[in-house]
Protein backbone atom coordinates (compact mmCIF):
# COMPACT_ATOMS: atom_id res chain seq x y z
CA UNK A 1 0.00 0.00 0.00
CA UNK A 2 2.80 2.26 -0.26
CA UNK A 3 2.55 3.10 -4.21
CA UNK A 4 -1.44 4.43 -2.43
CA UNK A 5 -0.16 6.54 0.75
CA UNK A 6 2.65 7.86 -2.04
CA UNK A 7 -0.46 8.58 -4.25
CA UNK A 8 -2.67 10.19 -1.47
CA UNK A 9 0.31 12.27 -0.08
CA UNK A 10 1.02 13.55 -4.02
CA UNK A 11 -2.77 14.52 -4.65
CA UNK A 12 -3.69 16.46 -1.43
CA UNK A 13 -0.52 17.98 -1.23
CA UNK A 14 0.50 21.51 0.25
CA UNK A 15 3.80 21.46 -1.55
CA UNK A 16 3.87 24.66 -3.53
CA UNK A 17 2.93 24.28 -7.36
CA UNK A 18 1.70 20.72 -6.42
CA UNK A 19 -1.50 21.62 -7.87
CA UNK A 20 -0.04 23.00 -11.41
CA UNK A 21 1.78 19.63 -11.96
CA UNK A 22 -1.68 17.65 -10.67
CA UNK A 23 -3.90 19.48 -13.08
CA UNK A 24 -1.47 19.16 -15.97
CA UNK A 25 -1.64 15.55 -15.46
CA UNK A 26 -4.79 14.76 -15.21
CA UNK A 27 -5.69 16.72 -18.51
CA UNK A 28 -2.90 14.81 -20.35
CA UNK A 29 -4.49 11.37 -19.13
CA UNK A 30 -8.13 12.74 -19.92
CA UNK A 31 -6.96 14.10 -23.23
CA UNK A 32 -5.61 10.37 -24.43
CA UNK A 33 -9.32 9.04 -23.93
CA UNK A 34 -10.78 11.73 -25.56
CA UNK A 35 -8.78 11.82 -28.87
CA UNK A 36 -9.54 8.10 -28.42
CA UNK A 37 -13.24 8.52 -28.81
CA UNK A 38 -12.92 10.90 -31.43
CA UNK A 39 -11.01 8.48 -33.57
CA UNK A 40 -13.20 5.95 -32.96
CA UNK A 41 -16.26 8.30 -33.92
CA UNK A 42 -14.17 8.95 -36.71
CA UNK A 43 -13.93 5.48 -38.02
CA UNK A 44 -17.72 5.23 -37.84
CA UNK A 45 -17.80 8.24 -40.17
CA UNK A 46 -16.09 5.35 -42.73
CA UNK A 47 -17.50 2.13 -41.61
CA UNK A 48 -21.38 2.93 -39.81
CA UNK A 49 -21.10 -1.21 -39.14
CA UNK A 50 -18.01 -1.42 -37.33
CA UNK A 51 -19.40 -1.67 -33.82
CA UNK A 52 -23.14 -2.83 -33.64
CA UNK A 53 -25.49 -3.71 -31.01
CA UNK A 54 -23.14 -1.55 -28.21
CA UNK A 55 -25.65 2.19 -27.47
CA UNK A 56 -22.61 3.46 -25.48
CA UNK A 57 -20.09 3.30 -28.39
CA UNK A 58 -22.76 4.55 -31.07
CA UNK A 59 -21.82 8.04 -33.20
CA UNK A 60 -24.40 9.80 -31.33
CA UNK A 61 -22.86 9.05 -27.48
CA UNK A 62 -19.27 8.87 -28.44
CA UNK A 63 -19.48 12.71 -29.78
CA UNK A 64 -20.58 14.31 -26.87
CA UNK A 65 -18.49 12.35 -24.67
CA UNK A 66 -15.26 13.28 -27.11
CA UNK A 67 -16.30 16.73 -27.33
CA UNK A 68 -16.76 17.33 -23.26
CA UNK A 69 -13.40 15.12 -23.05
CA UNK A 70 -11.29 16.82 -24.85
CA UNK A 71 -13.30 20.74 -23.54
CA UNK A 72 -13.61 19.69 -19.52
CA UNK A 73 -11.29 17.64 -19.20
CA UNK A 74 -8.01 18.06 -21.27
CA UNK A 75 -8.19 21.71 -22.01
CA UNK A 76 -10.11 23.44 -19.18
CA UNK A 77 -8.03 20.88 -16.88
CA UNK A 78 -4.90 21.99 -18.56
CA UNK A 79 -5.49 25.98 -18.43
CA UNK A 80 -5.77 26.22 -14.78
CA UNK A 81 -2.53 23.92 -14.18
CA UNK A 82 -1.15 26.59 -16.31
CA UNK A 83 -2.01 28.92 -14.43
CA UNK A 84 -1.77 28.12 -11.08
CA UNK A 85 1.82 28.16 -12.04
CA UNK A 86 2.07 31.09 -14.07
CA UNK A 87 -0.03 33.33 -11.79
CA UNK A 88 2.55 33.16 -8.02
CA UNK A 89 5.27 33.49 -10.84
CA UNK A 90 4.42 37.12 -11.75
CA UNK A 91 2.86 38.23 -8.42
CA UNK A 92 6.41 36.93 -6.73
CA UNK A 93 4.50 34.24 -4.41
CA UNK A 94 5.74 30.36 -3.39
CA UNK A 95 2.39 28.87 -5.28
CA UNK A 96 -0.91 29.38 -5.02
CA UNK A 97 -3.13 31.24 -2.01
CA UNK A 98 -4.22 27.65 -1.04
CA UNK A 99 -2.59 24.68 -2.74
CA UNK A 100 -4.43 22.11 -0.82
CA UNK A 101 -7.88 23.37 -1.48
CA UNK A 102 -6.29 23.48 -5.01
CA UNK A 103 -5.87 19.64 -5.06
CA UNK A 104 -9.08 18.80 -3.60
CA UNK A 105 -10.52 20.93 -6.53
CA UNK A 106 -8.90 18.82 -9.04
CA UNK A 107 -10.00 16.03 -7.46
CA UNK A 108 -13.30 16.89 -7.36
CA UNK A 109 -12.77 17.83 -11.29
CA UNK A 110 -11.45 14.54 -12.30
CA UNK A 111 -14.42 12.81 -10.63
CA UNK A 112 -16.85 14.94 -12.35
CA UNK A 113 -15.24 14.32 -15.66
CA UNK A 114 -15.37 10.78 -15.21
CA UNK A 115 -19.17 10.40 -14.09
CA UNK A 116 -20.28 12.97 -16.23
CA UNK A 117 -18.60 11.24 -19.10
CA UNK A 118 -19.93 7.95 -18.04
CA UNK A 119 -23.58 9.16 -17.93
CA UNK A 120 -23.05 10.61 -21.12
CA UNK A 121 -22.47 7.58 -22.98
CA UNK A 122 -24.96 5.80 -21.30
CA UNK A 123 -27.88 8.49 -22.11
CA UNK A 124 -28.00 10.25 -19.34
CA UNK A 125 -27.44 14.14 -20.92
CA UNK A 126 -28.94 17.09 -21.36
CA UNK A 127 -28.62 16.72 -25.16
CA UNK A 128 -27.70 20.72 -25.74
CA UNK A 129 -24.31 21.22 -27.59
CA UNK A 130 -21.37 21.42 -25.11
CA UNK A 131 -23.82 21.79 -22.35
CA UNK A 132 -24.72 17.90 -22.13
CA UNK A 133 -23.66 17.11 -18.71
CA UNK A 134 -26.63 16.62 -16.29
CA UNK A 135 -28.12 19.51 -14.13
CA UNK A 136 -26.20 17.51 -11.12
CA UNK A 137 -22.67 17.42 -12.67
CA UNK A 138 -23.73 21.19 -14.08
CA UNK A 139 -23.47 22.34 -10.20
CA UNK A 140 -20.11 21.10 -9.28
CA UNK A 141 -18.30 22.49 -12.45
CA UNK A 142 -19.71 25.85 -11.34
CA UNK A 143 -18.80 25.05 -7.82
CA UNK A 144 -15.44 23.89 -9.06
CA UNK A 145 -14.93 27.05 -11.01
CA UNK A 146 -15.82 29.36 -7.99
CA UNK A 147 -13.26 27.98 -6.08
CA UNK A 148 -10.86 28.16 -8.77
CA UNK A 149 -11.79 31.43 -8.73
CA UNK A 150 -11.03 32.52 -5.47
CA UNK A 151 -7.67 30.56 -5.52
CA UNK A 152 -6.38 32.28 -8.85
CA UNK A 153 -7.71 36.12 -7.00
CA UNK A 154 -6.00 35.73 -3.80
CA UNK A 155 -3.01 34.18 -5.33
CA UNK A 156 -2.43 38.02 -7.27
CA UNK A 157 -3.90 39.75 -4.18
CA UNK A 158 -1.72 38.36 -1.41
CA UNK A 159 1.49 38.56 -4.08
CA UNK A 160 4.30 41.04 -3.09
CA UNK A 161 3.89 42.23 -7.29
CA UNK A 162 1.20 44.69 -7.34
CA UNK A 163 1.82 45.73 -10.89
CA UNK A 164 -0.22 43.48 -13.03
CA UNK A 165 1.43 42.20 -16.42
CA UNK A 166 -0.89 41.35 -19.03
CA UNK A 167 -1.08 37.19 -18.62
CA UNK A 168 -2.83 38.58 -15.45
CA UNK A 169 -5.60 40.02 -16.52
CA UNK A 170 -6.03 37.98 -19.22
CA UNK A 171 -5.71 34.66 -16.90
CA UNK A 172 -8.50 36.27 -14.07
CA UNK A 173 -10.61 37.78 -16.82
CA UNK A 174 -11.16 34.09 -17.78
CA UNK A 175 -12.06 32.98 -14.27
CA UNK A 176 -14.15 35.87 -13.53
CA UNK A 177 -15.94 35.57 -17.13
CA UNK A 178 -16.79 31.62 -17.91
CA UNK A 179 -18.43 31.16 -14.89
CA UNK A 180 -21.26 33.80 -15.61
CA UNK A 181 -21.28 32.03 -19.21
CA UNK A 182 -21.72 28.50 -17.98
CA UNK A 183 -24.59 30.04 -15.50
CA UNK A 184 -26.23 31.55 -18.34
CA UNK A 185 -25.71 28.80 -20.69
CA UNK A 186 -26.99 25.90 -18.32
CA UNK A 187 -31.04 24.65 -17.98
CA UNK A 188 -30.32 24.19 -14.42
CA UNK A 189 -29.75 27.66 -13.71
CA UNK A 190 -30.98 30.04 -16.04
CA UNK A 191 -34.23 27.87 -18.47
CA UNK A 192 -35.68 29.40 -21.09
CA UNK A 193 -37.81 27.77 -23.70
CA UNK A 194 -38.25 27.37 -27.28
CA UNK A 195 -35.79 29.82 -29.49
CA UNK A 196 -34.90 31.69 -26.85
CA UNK A 197 -33.05 28.65 -25.15
CA UNK A 198 -31.45 28.29 -28.27
CA UNK A 199 -30.33 31.93 -27.81
CA UNK A 200 -28.75 30.78 -24.57
CA UNK A 201 -27.05 27.99 -25.42
CA UNK A 202 -25.43 29.23 -28.36
CA UNK A 203 -24.50 32.49 -26.35
CA UNK A 204 -22.70 29.59 -23.98
CA UNK A 205 -21.59 27.47 -26.97
CA UNK A 206 -19.48 30.42 -28.44
CA UNK A 207 -18.59 31.83 -25.19
CA UNK A 208 -16.71 28.85 -23.69
CA UNK A 209 -14.68 29.29 -26.81
CA UNK A 210 -13.91 32.92 -26.28
CA UNK A 211 -14.18 33.71 -22.93
CA UNK A 212 -12.60 30.86 -21.52
CA UNK A 213 -10.15 29.03 -24.17
CA UNK A 214 -9.30 32.19 -26.03
CA UNK A 215 -9.02 34.64 -22.78
CA UNK A 216 -6.81 31.99 -21.03
CA UNK A 217 -5.31 31.08 -24.33
CA UNK A 218 -3.87 34.44 -24.89
CA UNK A 219 -3.15 34.88 -21.76
CA UNK A 220 -0.69 31.70 -21.44
CA UNK A 221 0.80 32.77 -25.05
CA UNK A 222 2.00 36.01 -23.79
CA UNK A 223 3.81 34.40 -20.97
CA UNK A 224 5.20 32.19 -22.78
CA UNK A 225 6.36 34.31 -25.97
CA UNK A 226 9.20 36.09 -23.75
CA UNK A 227 10.84 33.89 -21.66
CA UNK A 228 10.76 31.63 -24.87
CA UNK A 229 12.21 34.02 -27.07
CA UNK A 230 14.37 35.88 -24.51
CA UNK A 231 12.07 39.39 -25.99
CA UNK A 232 10.23 41.58 -24.22
CA UNK A 233 6.57 41.03 -25.12
CA UNK A 234 6.44 44.10 -28.44
CA UNK A 235 3.49 45.67 -26.56
CA UNK A 236 1.58 46.07 -23.59
CA UNK A 237 -0.83 48.58 -24.69
CA UNK A 238 -2.12 46.68 -28.04
CA UNK A 239 -2.47 43.62 -25.34
CA UNK A 240 -4.74 45.37 -23.14
CA UNK A 241 -6.84 46.73 -26.26
CA UNK A 242 -6.70 43.16 -27.13
CA UNK A 243 -8.04 42.05 -23.51
CA UNK A 244 -11.08 44.81 -23.46
CA UNK A 245 -11.97 44.21 -27.00
CA UNK A 246 -12.20 40.89 -26.78
CA UNK A 247 -14.48 41.72 -23.64
CA UNK A 248 -16.61 43.83 -25.92
CA UNK A 249 -17.04 41.90 -29.10
CA UNK A 250 -17.14 38.12 -28.09
CA UNK A 251 -20.04 38.22 -26.11
CA UNK A 252 -23.04 38.73 -28.42
CA UNK A 253 -21.60 36.18 -31.80
CA UNK A 254 -23.38 33.43 -30.52
CA UNK A 255 -26.44 33.75 -32.51
CA UNK A 256 -24.40 33.42 -35.94
CA UNK A 257 -24.45 29.88 -35.29
CA UNK A 258 -28.17 29.95 -35.65
CA UNK A 259 -28.88 32.38 -38.41
CA UNK A 260 -30.95 30.33 -40.44
CA UNK A 261 -33.66 30.42 -37.54
CA UNK A 262 -36.40 32.65 -37.12
CA UNK A 263 -34.52 34.44 -34.12
CA UNK A 264 -34.72 38.19 -33.69
CA UNK A 265 -32.94 39.76 -37.04
CA UNK A 266 -31.21 42.34 -34.81
CA UNK A 267 -29.89 40.11 -32.82
CA UNK A 268 -28.49 38.28 -35.98
CA UNK A 269 -27.52 41.63 -37.16
CA UNK A 270 -25.49 42.23 -34.14
CA UNK A 271 -23.91 38.84 -33.70
CA UNK A 272 -22.50 39.30 -37.25
CA UNK A 273 -21.01 42.89 -36.61
CA UNK A 274 -19.49 41.42 -33.39
CA UNK A 275 -18.11 38.41 -35.28
CA UNK A 276 -16.57 41.33 -37.82
CA UNK A 277 -15.07 43.48 -35.03
CA UNK A 278 -12.97 40.31 -33.58
CA UNK A 279 -10.61 41.46 -36.11
CA UNK A 280 -10.06 43.95 -34.15
CA UNK A 281 -8.20 42.07 -30.33
CA UNK A 282 -7.43 39.39 -33.25
CA UNK A 283 -5.04 41.80 -35.37
CA UNK A 284 -3.70 42.98 -31.57
CA UNK A 285 -2.88 39.64 -30.39
CA UNK A 286 -1.01 38.56 -33.97
CA UNK A 287 0.92 41.85 -33.81
CA UNK A 288 2.37 41.35 -30.36
CA UNK A 289 2.98 37.35 -31.62
CA UNK A 290 4.97 38.47 -34.64
CA UNK A 291 6.83 41.02 -33.56
CA UNK A 292 7.86 39.45 -30.47
CA UNK A 293 9.01 36.44 -32.80
CA UNK A 294 10.97 39.40 -35.01
CA UNK A 295 14.52 37.80 -35.58
CA UNK A 296 13.65 34.61 -32.96
CA UNK A 297 12.51 32.23 -35.77
CA UNK A 298 15.46 30.45 -35.47
CA UNK A 299 14.93 29.30 -32.25
CA UNK A 300 12.15 26.72 -32.98
CA UNK A 301 15.31 24.74 -35.06
CA UNK A 302 15.69 23.13 -31.21
CA UNK A 303 13.30 24.76 -28.78
CA UNK A 304 10.35 22.11 -28.85
CA UNK A 305 7.83 24.12 -27.03
CA UNK A 306 8.29 27.05 -29.28
CA UNK A 307 7.62 25.23 -31.87
CA UNK A 308 4.27 24.27 -30.66
CA UNK A 309 4.04 28.20 -29.96
CA UNK A 310 4.81 29.03 -33.54
CA UNK A 311 2.31 26.41 -35.21
CA UNK A 312 -0.70 27.85 -32.17
CA UNK A 313 0.14 31.21 -33.73
CA UNK A 314 -0.15 30.51 -37.14
CA UNK A 315 -3.24 28.54 -36.56
CA UNK A 316 -4.84 31.22 -34.66
CA UNK A 317 -4.42 33.22 -37.44
CA UNK A 318 -5.89 30.73 -39.62
CA UNK A 319 -9.07 30.33 -37.31
CA UNK A 320 -9.40 34.52 -37.07
CA UNK A 321 -9.34 34.81 -40.88
CA UNK A 322 -12.23 31.72 -40.78
CA UNK A 323 -14.23 33.01 -38.07
CA UNK A 324 -15.62 36.69 -39.14
CA UNK A 325 -15.54 34.98 -42.68
CA UNK A 326 -18.16 32.63 -42.24
CA UNK A 327 -19.87 34.55 -39.94
CA UNK A 328 -21.47 36.83 -42.66
CA UNK A 329 -24.88 35.50 -43.54
CA UNK A 330 -24.13 34.90 -47.35
CA UNK A 331 -21.15 32.46 -46.67
CA UNK A 332 -22.96 31.39 -43.14
CA UNK A 333 -25.85 29.97 -45.02
CA UNK A 334 -23.76 28.16 -47.78
CA UNK A 335 -21.30 26.62 -45.21
CA UNK A 336 -22.59 26.47 -42.07
CA UNK A 337 -24.03 23.04 -41.86
CA UNK A 338 -21.13 21.36 -43.25
CA UNK A 339 -18.23 19.55 -42.29
CA UNK A 340 -16.59 23.31 -43.00
CA UNK A 341 -16.89 23.76 -39.72
CA UNK A 342 -15.97 21.27 -37.77
CA UNK A 343 -12.47 21.63 -38.79
CA UNK A 344 -12.73 25.16 -38.06
CA UNK A 345 -13.11 24.07 -34.30
CA UNK A 346 -10.11 21.49 -34.67
CA UNK A 347 -8.21 24.58 -35.88
CA UNK A 348 -9.31 26.39 -32.72
CA UNK A 349 -9.59 23.92 -30.04
CA UNK A 350 -6.60 21.64 -31.37
CA UNK A 351 -4.48 23.55 -33.31
CA UNK A 352 -4.37 27.01 -31.61
CA UNK A 353 -5.08 26.44 -27.64
CA UNK A 354 -4.22 22.95 -27.50
CA UNK A 355 -0.64 23.50 -28.96
CA UNK A 356 -0.69 26.56 -26.44
CA UNK A 357 -1.11 23.92 -23.46
CA UNK A 358 1.32 21.64 -25.11
CA UNK A 359 4.00 24.11 -25.30
CA UNK A 360 3.03 25.31 -21.96
CA UNK A 361 3.72 21.42 -19.91
CA UNK A 362 6.62 21.25 -21.67
CA UNK A 363 8.09 24.38 -19.80
CA UNK A 364 5.65 24.23 -16.32
CA UNK A 365 6.83 20.48 -15.56
CA UNK A 366 10.31 20.92 -15.48
CA UNK A 367 10.25 23.97 -13.40
CA UNK A 368 7.14 22.40 -10.69
CA UNK A 369 9.13 19.04 -10.36
CA UNK A 370 12.92 20.19 -11.02
CA UNK A 371 13.38 17.39 -13.32
CA UNK A 372 14.38 17.68 -17.35
CA UNK A 373 11.68 16.20 -19.54
CA UNK A 374 12.59 12.35 -20.29
CA UNK A 375 12.58 12.08 -23.83
CA UNK A 376 13.53 14.97 -26.36
CA UNK A 377 12.88 12.41 -29.16
CA UNK A 378 9.68 11.76 -27.53
CA UNK A 379 8.38 15.13 -27.51
CA UNK A 380 9.61 15.52 -31.47
CA UNK A 381 7.49 12.53 -32.10
CA UNK A 382 4.03 14.29 -30.37
CA UNK A 383 4.81 17.19 -32.62
CA UNK A 384 4.90 15.88 -35.53
CA UNK A 385 2.05 13.42 -35.31
CA UNK A 386 0.02 16.40 -33.83
CA UNK A 387 0.91 18.76 -36.58
CA UNK A 388 0.44 16.61 -39.66
CA UNK A 389 -2.18 14.78 -38.36
CA UNK A 390 -4.59 18.16 -37.60
CA UNK A 391 -3.43 19.60 -41.02
CA UNK A 392 -4.77 15.88 -42.70
CA UNK A 393 -7.63 16.40 -41.09
CA UNK A 394 -8.43 20.07 -41.62
CA UNK A 395 -7.70 19.44 -45.03
CA UNK A 396 -10.18 16.36 -45.51
CA UNK A 397 -12.82 18.35 -43.32
CA UNK A 398 -12.66 21.26 -45.32
CA UNK A 399 -12.81 19.50 -48.99
CA UNK A 400 -16.01 17.44 -47.71
CA UNK A 401 -17.29 20.15 -45.66
CA UNK A 402 -17.19 21.83 -49.69
CA UNK A 403 -18.77 19.26 -51.05
CA UNK A 404 -21.51 19.21 -48.93
CA UNK A 405 -22.03 22.53 -49.23
CA UNK A 406 -22.23 22.18 -52.88
CA UNK A 407 -24.60 18.78 -52.79
CA UNK A 408 -27.10 21.02 -50.32
CA UNK A 409 -27.16 24.18 -53.19
CA UNK A 410 -27.53 22.68 -56.20
CA UNK A 411 -30.47 19.88 -55.29
CA UNK A 412 -28.36 17.39 -55.81
CA UNK A 413 -29.77 14.05 -54.10
CA UNK A 414 -27.77 13.50 -50.95
CA UNK A 415 -27.16 9.93 -51.83
CA UNK A 416 -25.38 11.12 -54.95
CA UNK A 417 -22.90 12.89 -53.44
CA UNK A 418 -22.68 11.39 -50.09
CA UNK A 419 -20.43 8.75 -51.09
CA UNK A 420 -17.97 11.24 -52.38
CA UNK A 421 -16.77 12.30 -48.97
CA UNK A 422 -15.82 8.68 -48.21
CA UNK A 423 -11.76 9.16 -49.28
CA UNK A 424 -11.90 12.24 -46.82
CA UNK A 425 -13.58 10.76 -43.76
CA UNK A 426 -10.80 7.87 -44.33
CA UNK A 427 -8.26 10.63 -44.53
CA UNK A 428 -9.86 12.00 -41.26
CA UNK A 429 -10.02 8.90 -39.33
CA UNK A 430 -6.06 8.42 -40.31
CA UNK A 431 -5.08 11.63 -38.86
CA UNK A 432 -7.15 11.11 -35.79
CA UNK A 433 -4.87 7.57 -35.38
CA UNK A 434 -2.16 9.93 -35.80
CA UNK A 435 -3.40 12.29 -33.44
CA UNK A 436 -4.34 9.65 -31.07
CA UNK A 437 -0.59 8.46 -31.17
CA UNK A 438 1.15 11.47 -30.76
CA UNK A 439 -0.79 11.73 -27.28
CA UNK A 440 0.09 8.82 -26.58
CA UNK A 441 3.80 9.49 -26.53
CA UNK A 442 3.19 13.32 -24.76
CA UNK A 443 1.18 10.92 -21.91
CA UNK A 444 4.03 8.38 -21.37
CA UNK A 445 6.84 11.55 -21.63
CA UNK A 446 5.36 13.52 -19.22
CA UNK A 447 4.34 10.74 -16.30
CA UNK A 448 8.17 9.07 -16.96
CA UNK A 449 9.00 12.95 -16.39
CA UNK A 450 6.99 13.68 -13.42
CA UNK A 451 7.46 9.93 -11.46
CA UNK A 452 10.55 8.49 -12.37
CA UNK A 453 12.87 8.59 -9.51
CA UNK A 454 16.23 8.90 -11.90
CA UNK A 455 14.96 11.52 -13.98
CA UNK A 456 17.74 13.78 -15.17
CA UNK A 457 17.42 17.03 -13.24
CA UNK A 458 16.48 20.13 -14.94
CA UNK A 459 19.26 22.32 -16.10
CA UNK A 460 18.87 26.35 -15.51
CA UNK A 461 17.20 26.91 -18.77
CA UNK A 462 15.63 30.91 -18.55
CA UNK A 463 13.76 30.67 -22.43
CA UNK A 464 13.25 26.48 -21.44
CA UNK A 465 15.59 25.44 -24.64
CA UNK A 466 17.24 22.72 -22.47
CA UNK A 467 13.83 21.69 -20.70
CA UNK A 468 13.42 19.19 -23.57
Request: charged residues 10%; aromatic residues 16%; hydrophobic residues 55%.
Amino acid sequence: MAWLNRLTAEVFSNEPFSASRNFLVSAIFWLVIGVTLGTLAGALMVWPDLITGIGNLSFGRLRPAHVNMVTLGWLSMGYVGCYFYILPVLVRRKGIWNERFANITMVAWNLVVGIGIFCITNGFTEAREYAELGWCFDILVLAALLALGVNGYMTVLTGEEKKWYVSIWYILGSLFWFPLVYVIGNRVFVSFEGLNDSIANWFYGHNILGMWFTVGGVGILYYLLPRFTGAPLYSHTLSMIGFWTIGMFYAPTGTHHILQSPVPEWLKAIAVISSVFLLVPVLTVLTNFFMTMRHKWYLAADHIPLRFVISAGIAYLLTCIQGPFQATRSINWYLHFSNWVVGHAHLALLATFSFIVFAATYYIIPKVTGKKIYSKKLAVLHFWLTLIGWMLMLISLTIAGLIQAAGWHFSIAMDQWAFEQEPYMLVRFLSGVMITLGQVFFLFNIYKTVFSKDAEPAPHSPTGIDFV
